[in-house]
T-cell receptor, first 114, second 113 residues
Framework: GDSVTQMEGPVTLSEEAFLTINCTYTATGYPSLFWYVQYPGEGLQLLLKATKADDKGSNKGFEATYRKETTSFHLEKGSVQVSDSAVYFCAQSAGLDSNYQLIWGAGTKLIIKP | ETGVTQTPRHLVMGMTNKKSLKCEQHLGHNAMYWYKQSAKKPLELMFV???????ENNSVPSRFSPECPNSSHLFLHLHTLQPEDSALYLC????????????FGQGTRLTVV
């Protein structure tokens, strides 16, 4: 079945370091792909999305490119800040084909040290 | 402000209590969801409502009972819970459009004692 796999955390970086969080997916169709972020004590917020191959989603300095050939949607940021510490979730949605449900990765905890 | 509001934010209840979680969305969405988030486990989808009709029940124990009186409101009624039911319960909503993203509330932190 369709699935999403993320790198295990926690990922610990120093402030201003380069960030990559890997995400790969398996899908029978052509899903949309999402990154959500969950700050401590909060719900999930949509960070960025891409709806078709080669699309790049971006927001708050984060970027991810929909790579159909490698079935990946890796999250990157050039210079992280302490305020980026959170849990990041990769997800896919195939719309009607998946009854409009999101399929989630397990989440990757990111810790940024000053 | 995400447009999805959950109350209460925190709840402590005994195993013999009955309580309800409430979710309200003002985004004009017609699909609503309950998720359970436990420590060190993936997000678990519990229930899905499309146009007020329940379309998914992912093997959730009967001590959790959802109610969707209209497309803007969703409840989760709780009774005779177990300590392992302690978790963050998240409500979400979305359009019934192809590949639409979900919008989440801030969650209710439930502790069963």
């Amino acid at each position: 079945g369709d699935s999403v796999t993320q790198m295990e955390g926690p990922v610990t970086l120093s402030e201003e370091a380069f960030l990559t969080i890997n995400c790969t997916y398996t899908a029978t169709g052509y899903p949309s792909l999402f990154w959500y972020v969950q700050y401590p004590g909060e719900g999930l917020q949509l960070l960025l999305k891409a709806t078709k191959a080669d699309d790049k989603g971006s927001n708050k300095g984060f970027e991810a490119t929909y790579r159909k050939e490698t079935t990946s949607f890796h999250l990157e940021k050039g210079s992280v800040q302490v305020s980026d510490s959170a849990v990041y979730f990769c997800a896919q949605s195939a719309g009607l084909d998946s009854n409009y449900q999101l399929i989630w990765g397990a989440g990757t905890k990111l810790i940024i040290k000053p | 402000e995400t447009g999805v509001t959950q109350t209460p934010r925190h709840l402590v209840m005994g195993m013999t209590n009955k309580k309800s979680l409430k979710c309200e969305q003002h985004l004009g969405h017609n699909a609503m969801y309950w998720y359970k988030q436990s420590a060190k486990k993936p997000l678990e989808l519990m229930f899905v409502y499309n146009f007020k009709e329940q379309t998914e029940n992912n093997s959730v124990p009967s001590r959790f009972s959802p109610e969707c009186p209209n497309s803007s409101h969703l409840f989760l009624h709780l009774h005779t819970l177990q300590p392992e039911d302690s978790a963050l319960y998240l409500c979400a909503s979305s359009h019934l459009l192809d590949r639409a993203e979900a919008f989440f509330g801030q969650g209710t932190r439930l502790t069963v004692v």
